[in-house]
């Protein structure tokens, strides 16, 4: 398997800067080509270890999550990685291998693997192989529902998640929801969205939840408010609530990006 990843590095200077990145009043791209070396951070907890930080809570903008792309190198992690009581995490893993210890439990993820971390656990992350590690990581602060109790960690991979196709669209579109989305318990969801060359978004979907996109590989013609845009392997989209969307998948495969959504919630007032 095959997943998108910063690419790091730096252009040389023969490249002229102009790119695609823009930051607007309902969305940001970000795309793979300004993921480089010189904008990763440190973080405290954290040994051999640089993250993208692509997105973070912004009043008036999207407001409840943060999304990183983390690089543990070998022998890179973290003991104490999560600095917020009431933060839950999604891990999913784009190249590379991970220790997660999770209370007692130890998993061995690989390119593909999924963990889903509720808030309050106990949990540990490290490379101990060779190669450097990359791992999408999305935290939320958990926001309890009313009668619920916490939800469970799930720790899977994606090739064991079938994709639910939706209706309509001949199997041109699908999704593979790594968490029940009649369970209650789970205040955000990620998943991942799976379009065949030409399937689309068929209408512009306009609605409450929060977006974090990172594309994972192939390419689409993607509706951000009033701009279509062009996005391809590695580029990352932030979307404010009720900023519409939909896209078109181009080229010979599949266009795949994984998702991040706010749901099961009343808002606040």
Avoid at 45 to 54: E, F, N, P, S, V
Avoid at 194 to 223: C, D, K, S, W
Avoid at 226 to 232: I, K, P
Wanted: overall charge negative; charged content about 15%; aromatic content about 12%.
């Amino acid at each position: 398997m095959s997943y998108a990843f910063p690419p790091g590095g730096l252009p040389s200077q023969n490249e002229h800067p102009e790119s695609t990145a823009v930051f607007t009043e309902s969305y940001a791209v970000i795309p793979a080509s300004v993921q480089r070396d010189i904008v990763t951070s440190f973080l405290p907890g954290w040994d051999g270890t640089r993250a993208w930080i692509l997105a973070r809570p912004m009043s008036g903008f999207a407001e409840t999550f943060a999304q990183y792309a983390i690089e543990l190198t070998p022998e890179g992690g973290s003991n104490d990685p999560e600095p917020d009581v009431d933060a839950q995490a999604v891990l999913f893993v784009a190249h590379g291998t991970a220790h997660l210890t999770l209370g007692a439990d130890l998993h061995e993820l690989r390119a593909g693997s999924f963990a889903y971390i509720p808030p309050g656990a106990r949990w540990t992350l490290w490379n101990r192989s060779e190669a450097p590690c990359g791992v999408h990581w999305v935290r939320k602060k958990f926001v309890p529902g009313l009668g619920l109790s916490l939800p469970d960690a799930v720790v899977t991979h994606e090739l064991d998640v079938p994709a639910a196709p939706m209706p309509d669209c001949g199997n041109l579109w699908a999704t593979q929801r790594f968490l029940d989305p009649l369970d209650l318990r789970y205040d955000c969801h990620v998943n991942i969205v799976n379009f065949q060359p030409g399937g689309r978004i068929p209408f512009a979907e306009t609605h409450v939840m929060e977006h974090g996109l990172y594309v994972l590989e192939g390419t689409a013609e993607y509706l951000l408010n009033r701009d279509w845009v062009s996005v391809g392997p590695g580029d990352f989209m932030w979307l404010r609530a009720f900023c519409p969307q939909a896209c078109i998948a181009t080229g010979d495969g599949p266009f795949r990006y994984l998702l991040y959504k706010d749901v099961n919630r009343h808002v606040p007032l």
